[in-house]
């Protein structure tokens, strides 16, 4: 993290610097479609955040809100970018209860015993249908 500064650091080039994305360009999607707030309010991507800024961001199946401790434009590795931001208590303790719901949920496509026929099984649905309208009733 060379380049730290108080001015403030563009939305979507700190969210790809604190790896919350990938890609800079998939923070900025996020952002337009309305997964990305700054202090309550839908931010754009070129928000220019300062340290104690909350974000929220809706990356499925789990919110997060964190607090931005430091600046940076730079890309780092895990350790210094989980420097950057302080995750709030009331969204550890959210995610938490997420993740034991679906650890103890049931999976509803699990359930299903029949889904979307292979193309080998259409195959032969069409071959059996095709065949099936030939032999049909006998006149």
């Known amino acids: 993290m060379n380049e730290r500064s108080n001015d403030g650091v563009r939305l979507d080039k700190w969210l790809w610097a604190a790896r919350f994305y990938k890609?800079?360009?998939?923070?900025?999607?996020?952002?337009?479609?309305?997964?990305?707030?700054v202090n309550?309010?839908?931010?754009k991507a070129s928000r220019n955040l300062k340290p104690g800024d909350l974000v929220m961001l809706r990356q499925p199946p789990s919110h997060r809100t964190v607090e931005v401790l430091a600046l940076s434009q730079v890309r780092g590795p895990a350790p210094q970018?989980?420097?950057?931001?302080?995750?709030?208590?009331?969204?550890?303790h959210a995610r938490q209860e997420a993740l034991q719901a679906r650890r103890f949920g049931v999976e509803p496509a699990l359930s299903q015993?029949?889904?979307?026929?292979?193309?080998?099984?259409?195959?032969?649905?069409v071959d059996w249908q095709r065949w099936s309208a030939v032999l049909g009733p006998e006149e």
């Open 81 to 92: 970018a989980q420097l950057l931001y302080a995750e709030t208590t009331q969204s550890q």
């Open 23 to 37: 890609t800079r360009s998939l923070a900025a999607h996020a952002i337009e479609a309305g997964r990305v707030h």
């Open 113 to 125: 015993e029949q889904g979307r026929p292979t193309k080998r099984d259409r195959r032969s649905l």
């Open 40 to 43: 309550g309010a839908a931010a």
